[in-house]
């Protein structure tokens, strides 16, 4: 059986994987796409190493802001994008934006990017706040997606806020995203009732703990300082730097609690809330329209 402590050593290694520090084991065929909002909050880093660790993801990709017209370009790994057969996106979302555009267009970025493909994706997901939710044009991010990108076998997303939750678990790749927190891990989070200020600590490592390797800043600002210059001839190379030294602080052993990683630490016991959306084919097979059914977001 495998200790806590070994179970820590293991945590995290599908990232080292990807960042080309040990031989790939993860799907070559599963990608990420990331944006500026990633700079926003720690929780899109967690979002994306969750991916990598529960969800194979071995590809990471950036989407470009508006004033270079929504491109996608490579960040880790070695797929094409139109080359891959399931997508997670990890940004931040509203009911009429994602990742700093509006849904239509975002949606319009992922097409044009998908020309030439291999074959359909066969999933989709939004690891974002409100894809399902409706916006005022009466369409969800999900209904615009499942309108331009119909080959598409399966998109998912959820309904309100989304968050990653442990449930108790102490192995980061256990948790599971979700929406809607219940109140107990929102106070937990929060540092009310006598629970530790867990996200109070993950911020503080996020917006103002400097780094020597990151000329002596924050994630958050040399994140905000890297993506103001898009056009960099260093941008991909400096991202990935960025990545790995996320990776070092928040996916390594810790000293919080049972030697858990950073991440596992922090989400260990926010509650889980609802299941996603699903739109296409569900996990039964039948065809379902969007904002019609929750399912478990399958392994891919």
């Known amino acids: 059986m495998i200790s806590n402590k070994g179970r820590s050593r293991i945590a995290g290694s599908t990232i080292l994987m990807l960042v080309g520090l040990m031989a790939s084991s993860v799907s070559a065929e599963n990608g990420a796409v990331i944006s500026k909002s990633f700079c926003k909050s720690y929780s899109n880093a967690a979002s994306l190493f969750w991916a990598t660790e529960s969800r194979s993801v071995a590809n990471i990709y950036y989407i470009n802001s508006t004033d270079m017209k929504g491109t996608i370009r490579k960040i880790a790994g070695d797929k094409d994008f139109n080359k891959l057969e399931n997508l997670i996106v990890s940004a931040h979302g509203s009911c009429q934006k994602i990742a700093g555009f509006k849904n239509d267009e975002f949606v319009g970025y992922l097409k044009s990017a998908r020309l030439g493909q291999t074959r359909a994706l066969k999933n989709l997901a939004y690891l974002s706040c409100n894809a399902a939710s409706t916006g005022e ?138 299941k996603p959306v699903v739109c296409g084919e569900n996990v039964d097979g039948d065809q379902v329209q969007c904002s019609q059914k929750m399912v478990d977001l399958p392994k891919f």
Do not use: Q
């Open 137 to 274: 044009n009466g369409s969800s991010l999900l209904d615009l997606t499942r309108l331009e990108m119909s080959d598409v076998e399966r998109i998912f997303g959820w309904l309100g806020k989304g968050h990653l939750a442990g449930n108790g678990a102490g192995k980061f790749e256990d948790a599971i995203y979700t929406s809607s927190a219940s109140s107990e891990a929102v106070n937990y989070l929060a540092g009310t009732e006598n629970f530790n200020p867990r996200d109070a600590i993950a911020s503080y490592y996020w917006e103002t703990r400097s780094n020597p390797d990151l000329d002596n800043k924050s994630f958050k600002n040399y994140c905000e300082d890297l993506v103001a210059d898009e056009k960099h001839s260093d941008f991909e190379s400096n991202f990935l730097k960025l990545i790995k030294k996320i990776n070092k602080v928040y996916m390594k052993e810790t000293h919080f609690s049972n030697d858990m990683t950073f991440f596992a630490w922090v989400y260990e016991f926010l509650g889980a809330g609802n």
